[in-house]
């Protein structure tokens, strides 16, 4: 899963960066919702966060979204959406048709996830990973429209699948990550969400964090 990851404002995140920040939609937020417009370091659920996603047009734009669906009758946001069921699960079915999005980072954050001698989940060290040879991890990813005090904005969620090999021993699943190659192909809302989800990224280099 993913529940955590960071933007730096590196030379290939800055442009996404400081264009979803001039957007008046994010200053909007900021006031109305009270979230922070800055979109970098460690994002946490909740946050506001530069997402690659379609325009009106159909090409390939910058907004600034906020990570997590929310429902009622449910005290958290849904942050991450499993893709083996997103085009069948009513919640996320229609953004999975026509509203797909890319979140660019450059790592996500894992923590190792194991039994205790007793039987007990435990949550152990903290790693970054992020793919081979890359300076950017796309995270392939679902958005809508939600409405709070009179404003409409957009809001997003992680797709996750099962892990390779070498991930697997941190935890049960890992986001989707997308090659660059893929992105238009991912978010056009004409697109085959299907056919993407097979170009994913396997390859990764995973690193202990602080």
Known sequence: MCTRFYAALSPELRPFIEAARKMNIAEQMMRFLAKP????GEIRPTDMAAVIAPNKRGERAVFPMLWGFYEENLHRP??????????VKPLWSDSWKQ???VIP????FEWKHYTDIYGKPRTGDKYAIQPCGSDVTYLAGLYRIEEMRNLRYPVFAVLTREPTEELREIHDRMPLILPE?????????DGEPNKVVGKAV???????AN
Not at 181 to 189: L, Q, R
Not at 202 to 208: S, Y
């Open 37 to 40: 417009i800055n979109m970098t």
């Open 78 to 87: 849904l942050v991450n959406c499993r893709v083996e069921t997103a085009r």
């Open 99 to 101: 509203r797909r999005c």
């Open 105 to 108: 980072a450059s790592y996500y």
């Open 181 to 189: 190659s893929a992105v238009d192909e991912w978010i056009s809302p």
């Open 202 to 208: 396997t390859e990764v280099v995973i690193e202990r």
